[in-house]
């Protein structure tokens, strides 16, 4: 398991492969980077990513966006945390501005609303597959997978069929989850 | 579509650089949660965006390839075409895009600084393994979410059929992604779905 991790060769190649990531996620680049960094870069464990991504979800800012930051800062300091934010923005920026300019001639063209509501359906599927894979992590949790199972399947329910906000799911399941790991750890 | 001609000063893009940095720390999850208070400055209050504007640059940058979050480079384009041209345009990007994202970016920085000086902590680990299980229910409900937007299961089935074999495929194989997009891109530009 621990020979098979990697890590960033230098700043330009983190710049470069979160360029890659970033141009393959349409409609969010959630499902991407964990298919890049996870299965296919190997720069962080299940586990991690998904330690990584609490931290990040929980701070103020695109959640993503946090997750390339904290990555890049923790290899390379500063410059790292800047590589990664420009390798994030910079090119999928000059990409959606040239996309505002073509979509105000041929936006209104059925074939480019089909094509938009094929690539949605894919979209959606991705960060579901990317859900369930991550869900493997869960084994080595301290919570045991029965409670894990639990608060996975009230934050879903909160979230996708009662349409809770944000808050009430940290504050519910997230606090929750938080106290009982505490105490697994062993603090009192 | 009649979009208004702005003439703003620097005062007002001061006032839309204030207005984003203002809203980077608001913005817990993702940025979407800040939308109804950008609709109320940008819309209601300053005019400096037409409805139609407003709704396009979030459905564009959820069409385009990379984060979320450039929507609000969008919502910067456009209202400096409405002021003047591609040289407004692109000032309005810079300016809101770096207002969104430079004080969350600088909290992330030292919270994931002092965040990793103290991982072996009992709180910290105890945050980072009991949200574990909310973080997965998290994604799984984002991606339904996402899902709803192919319509009525009985009629648009097609569509329903689309995401669980896309569901299924990154889920249980290594295929590049972009081989996905594409197939759906093709099948939806066709009508097929």
């Excluded at chain 1, 990317?130 to 979230?159: D, Q």
Aim: hydrophobic content about 55%; charged content about 10%; glycine content about 12%.
């Amino acid at each position: 398991m621990e020979d098979s991790r990697s890590r960033p060769t230098s700043l330009a190649d983190l710049f470069l492969t979160l360029t890659a990531l970033a141009l393959q996620g349409f409609g969010g680049v959630l499902a991407v980077v964990q298919h890049e960094l996870v299965v296919r870069k190997r720069w962080l464990t299940k586990e991690e990513f998904v330690e990584e991504w609490a931290v990040a979800q929980i701070l103020p800012g695109p959640n993503v966006i946090n997750l390339c930051l904290m990555i890049g800062s923790r290899y390379f300091g500063w410059r790292g945390a800047l590589a990664a934010l420009a390798g994030m923005l910079c090119v999928p920026t000059v990409g959606v501005l040239a996309l505002a300019v073509a979509y105000a001639r041929y936006g209104e063209h059925p074939m480019a609303i089909g094509a938009l509501r094929g690539m949605g359906a894919i979209a959606a599927g991705l960060i579901i597959a990317a859900g369930l894979r991550l869900a493997g992590a869960l084994k080595s949790n301290p919570l045991g997978v029965p409670l894990c199972v639990a608060l996975g399947v009230i934050t879903f329910v909160g979230i996708a069929v009662l349409r809770l906000p944000l808050v009430y799911i940290l504050c519910g399941p997230g606090a929750l989850g938080c106290v009982a790991a505490y105490r697994r750890l062993g603090g009192r | 579509m009649s979009t208004p001609a702005l003439d703003l000063a620097w005062s007002d893009w001061l006032a839309l650089f204030g207005h984003f940095l203002s809203l980077s720390l608001m913005a817990v999850g993702a940025a979407f949660s800040t939308l109804p208070e950008m609709h109320r400055y940008l819309v209601d209050r300053q005019h400096w965006l037409t409805d139609p504007q407003f709704t396009a640059s979030i459905t564009l940058a959820q069409a385009a390839p990379g984060p979320n979050v450039l929507f609000v480079a969008l919502m910067g384009w456009n209202v400096g075409m409405n002021a003047g041209g591609y040289g407004a345009a692109l000032i309005g990007a810079v300016v809101c895009l770096v207002g969104m994202l430079l004080p969350s970016s600088l909290l992330v920085y030292f919270a994931s600084h002092w965040g990793q000086r103290n991982r072996d902590r009992h709180a910290v680990r105890a945050f980072k393994q009991g949200m574990g299980p909310v973080v997965i229910g998290l994604l799984i409900g984002t991606g339904w979410i996402m899902a709803s937007a192919n319509g009525d299961p009985a009629s648009d089935w097609p569509l329903w059929l689309l995401t669980a074999a896309a569901t299924i495929i990154v889920w249980r194989t290594r295929l590049h992604l972009l081989w996905l997009l594409g197939i759906g891109a093709v099948l939806g530009g066709l009508g097929w779905v």
